[in-house]
Nanobody
Framework: VQLQASGGGLVQPGGSLRLSCAAS????????MGWYRQAPGKQRELVAV???????NYADSVKGRFTISRDRPKNTVYLQMNSLRPEDTAVYYC?????????WGQGTQVTVSS
């Protein structure tokens, strides 16, 4: 199983980024997909998840600003991040739950700073 995350970078407050996570080695259509993040000195936390059926949930801190989506033909999950804040700075990780086993991608750094 491989989860290849990309799209991180440096952005100013109020800006936008879109993260991508390409999955291989799993049946994407039957997997729950999600994004988590870990800031320095803090525990990894859930950002957004989308079930195989398409329902989504978000952390309160990102509701209304972030949107998770999935492209089934491309086996890819996205995280559109708008109105970014300095407190969104973290390493963002892609997660997949496939056949009750969790898998992690390598992480992509998002830095929000002026």
């Amino acid at each position: 199983v491989q989860l290849q995350a990309s799209g991180g970078g440096l952005v100013q407050p109020g800006g936008s980024l879109r993260l991508s996570c390409a999955a291989s080695g799993i049946i994407f259509s039957t997997s729950d997909m999600g994004w988590y993040r870990q800031a320095p000195g803090k525990q990894r936390e859930l950002v957004a998840v989308m079930s195989s059926g398409g329902s989504s949930n978000y952390a309160d801190s990102v509701k209304g600003r972030f949107t998770i989506s999935r492209d089934r033909p491309k086996n890819t999950v996205y995280l559109q991040m708008n109105s970014l804040r300095p407190e969104d700075t973290a390493v963002y990780y892609c997660n997949a739950i496939y056949r009750f086993v969790g898998y992690w991608g390598q992480g992509t750094q998002v830095t929000v700073s002026s």
